[in-house]
């Protein structure tokens, strides 16, 4: 069984890492944001919904691992520069391909969650006109399958949390193995990841009342928190060399 994570020491290790290193992280992030609000502005000025989720995509897979860069160096202490946002567009196909696959699980899931908690109403509103017992057997049924959805999903969305991390050290890496290697690195881990990323709900709350603000300090404490933390499971699995 592998070791947990002290996210106590996650999170003092990262503050470490950022410490005077702020300026061209944030800087990084703004550009990103706006380049993210020019695409989603985009879409809502002509009313095409479908074309801020393609916007959407092409920003993450220019851009996002140009982010993961530079998250993955401030967590090995080592200087980043705001222009490292742009120096990972050649991973462009592969980051899309990442991107899309968790696409595709959440709309997935999404449906299959929709459809499962419409039909739970639907048994609820009927039971009257129903046998008292198989009404009753529908509904916990409906509500075991609610369940098991959810579940299985938020699983599988944390199994494959760490596959951005994968690619940038292994360019090569086939997306198959990026995905199983994820999963490997996180048996054992899921409720460590769930915990630290609870312990930023409380900020994230109070950055809604600061404008936004807040999230320029928030956004890498976040990303470079998460970066440490695969550097402390990564070690869990052994890599076979591409």
Not at 26 to 45: E, P
Not at 51 to 78: C, E, P
Not at 202 to 230: D, H, K, Q, R
Request: net charge neutral; with cysteine.
């Amino acid at each position: 069984m592998h070791e947990s994570v002290d996210i106590k020491k996650i999170k003092t290790k990262t503050r470490k890492s950022l410490s005077g290193k702020y300026t061209d992280i944030v800087i990084a992030i703004l550009i990103y944001i706006i380049f993210a609000g020019m695409c989603y502005g985009t879409a809502a000025f002509i009313k095409e919904p479908p074309m801020a989720i393609f916007l959407g995509l092409i920003i993450t897979s220019l851009f996002y691992m140009g982010l993961i860069q530079m998250f993955v160096k401030l967590a090995r202490d080592k200087k980043v520069k705001y222009s490292e946002l742009f120096q990972r567009t050649d991973a462009f196909f592969r980051c899309a391909a990442i991107t899309i696959v968790f696409l595709a699980i959440n709309t997935l899931f999404a449906l299959l969650e929709y459809t499962a908690v419409n039909s739970l109403i639907i048994f609820i509103s009927y039971q009257a006109d129903l046998n008292i017992a198989l009404s009753s057997f529908m509904i916990v049924i409906g509500i075991i399958l609610s369940v098991a959805i959810a579940i299985f999903w938020i699983v599988l969305i944390l199994s494959l949390s760490q596959s951005y991390f994968i690619l940038y050290d292994h360019e090569s890496m086939p997306l198959g193995d990026i995905f199983r290697t994820s999963m490997d690195m996180m048996d054992g881990h899921k409720l460590d990841y769930i915990l630290l990323a609870l312990s930023f709900v409380g900020w994230m709350f109070l950055g809604l009342f600061t404008l936004g603000i807040l999230y320029l300090w928030l956004i890498p404490y976040i990303g470079v928190s998460m970066a440490n933390f695969y550097e402390k499971i990564k070690n869990d699995v052994k890599i076979i060399d591409e």
